[in-house]
């Protein structure tokens, strides 16, 4: 089984940037397509980004194509979220994963945008 473990999320100013991480453990991380979700209060959660397994392809949502970059490295095993100009509908819990048939999630990230 895999395991996720999300970190670098907090309180950020309308326009600034935060980069999340995501190590896991166990399994063989460098077969899967790798996806950042969020889960806003009172919403489901929804896809944000997604990357193949040997990084050459990426997809965004709409709401952040040109200000999120997503990254991995299969050697340390992580993916990244590289968040720019972060907007206050930003806010949301930050959760990494696979795509397709997703392992047990994590605890997240909390990303807060506020002035």
């Known amino acids: 089984q895999v395991q996720f473990v999300e970190s670098g999320g907090g309180l950020v100013q309308p326009g600034g940037s935060l980069r999340l991480s995501c190590a896991a453990s166990g399994g063989i991380f460098s077969t899967y397509a790798m996806c950042w979700y969020r889960q806003a209060p009172g919403k489901q959660r929804e896809l944000v980004a997604t990357?193949?397994?040997?990084?050459?392809?990426?997809t965004y949502a709409d709401s952040v194509k040109g200000r999120f970059t997503i990254s991995r490295d299969n050697a340390k095993k992580t993916v990244d979220l590289q968040m720019n100009n972060l907007k206050p509908e930003d806010t949301a819990v930050y959760y990494c994963?696979?795509?397709?048939?997703?392992?047990?999630w994590g605890q997240g990230t909390q990303v807060t945008v506020s002035s």
């Open positions: 994963n696979r795509a397709g048939p997703r392992f047990t």
């Open positions: 990357i193949t397994y040997g990084g050459a392809s990426t």
